[in-house]
């Protein structure tokens, strides 16, 4: 694109998106240049709000209104008795478009692994069992990914709420070795969840 460096940053900012190269950053900044006023322009003033605007809820990690409280765990419209416990946002979206699920949502924004990035804090792991004991949940649902990594988080997360009241239960069949939330179809989210089974407690 003619090395022209405001455009060749943009190029590389595009490129981190997920299933987006550089040749698709480039297809798509040159449908933006085509159409500065359509597209370019209101996105430009969408994406500043959103920056200004929009946070991740310090309590259920789920994205809110710096204007209002968050709807998902400050809302006094409705009460659940169950929170669901997702790895991201996307997972969150899944699970609510399949409607087989009605309750309160917590996001972890990732797993417990080995990267020096990722803190047992970052988690809110800490928030969760707050958010178990104030809106006397009675079942926690596990619904991190079938990986080695989800699996280590699942059981850090019922350790975790070993000292409160409630069932923990985790997606059982239906949910394949090494999948992920946000790729499965409804079916398969449906079957999970319907055959979600109770975590218990490991004896030495």
Same mark, same amino acid.
């Given at each position: 694109?003619?090395?022209?460096?405001?455009?060749?940053?943009?190029?590389?900012?595009?490129?981190?998106?997920?299933?987006?190269?550089?040749?698709?950053?480039?297809?798509?900044?040159?449908?933006?240049?085509?159409?500065?006023?359509?597209?370019?322009?209101?996105?430009?003033? !969408? &994406? @500043? /709000?959103?920056? $200004?605007?929009?946070?991740?809820?310090?309590?259920?990690?789920?994205?809110?209104?710096?204007?209002? *409280?968050?709807?998902?765990?400050?809302?006094?419209?409705?009460?659940?008795?169950?929170?669901?416990?997702?790895?991201?946002?996307?997972?969150?979206?899944?699970?609510?478009?399949?409607?087989?699920?009605q309750g309160y949502f917590?996001?972890?924004?990732?797993?417990?692994?080995?990267?020096?990035?990722?803190?047992?804090?970052?988690?809110?792991?800490? !928030? &969760? @069992? /707050?958010?178990? $004991?104030?809106?006397?949940?009675?079942?926690?649902?596990?619904?991190?990914?079938?990986?080695?990594? *989800?699996?280590?988080?699942?059981?850090?997360?019922?350790?975790?709420?070993?000292?409160?009241?409630?069932?923990?239960?985790?997606?059982?069949?239906?949910?394949?070795?090494?999948?992920?939330?946000?790729?499965?179809?409804?079916?398969?989210?449906?079957?999970?969840?319907?055959?979600?089974?109770?975590?218990?407690?490991?004896?030495?």
């Open positions: 694109m003619q090395n022209i460096d405001e455009i060749e940053k943009l190029v590389r900012i595009i490129s981190k998106l997920p299933g987006l190269g550089p040749k698709s950053a480039k297809r798509i900044i040159l449908k933006l240049i085509n159409s500065r006023d359509e597209l370019m322009k209101p996105m430009a003033n !969408s &994406l @500043v /709000e959103v920056y $200004k605007n929009v946070s991740r809820c310090k309590t259920c990690g789920t994205l809110k209104s710096n204007s209002v *409280g968050c709807n998902n765990c400050e809302t006094d419209e409705k009460k659940y008795n169950k929170i669901c416990v997702v790895e991201t946002l996307a997972d969150q979206w899944s699970i609510e478009n399949s409607n087989i699920y917590h996001i972890l924004g990732g797993t417990l692994s080995s990267s020096i990035n990722q803190r047992k804090e970052d988690l809110l792991i800490s !928030s &969760l @069992v /707050e958010r178990a $004991k104030k809106n006397f949940i009675e079942e926690v649902i596990i619904a991190t990914s079938a990986t080695v990594e *989800g699996q280590t988080t699942a059981h850090y997360i019922k350790d975790s709420l070993k000292d409160i009241n409630v069932k923990v239960s985790k997606l059982a069949q239906g949910l394949p070795v090494g999948g992920e939330i946000e790729s499965l179809d409804d079916g398969t989210l449906f079957s999970a969840f319907k055959n979600r089974s109770r975590i218990e407690n490991n004896s030495d």
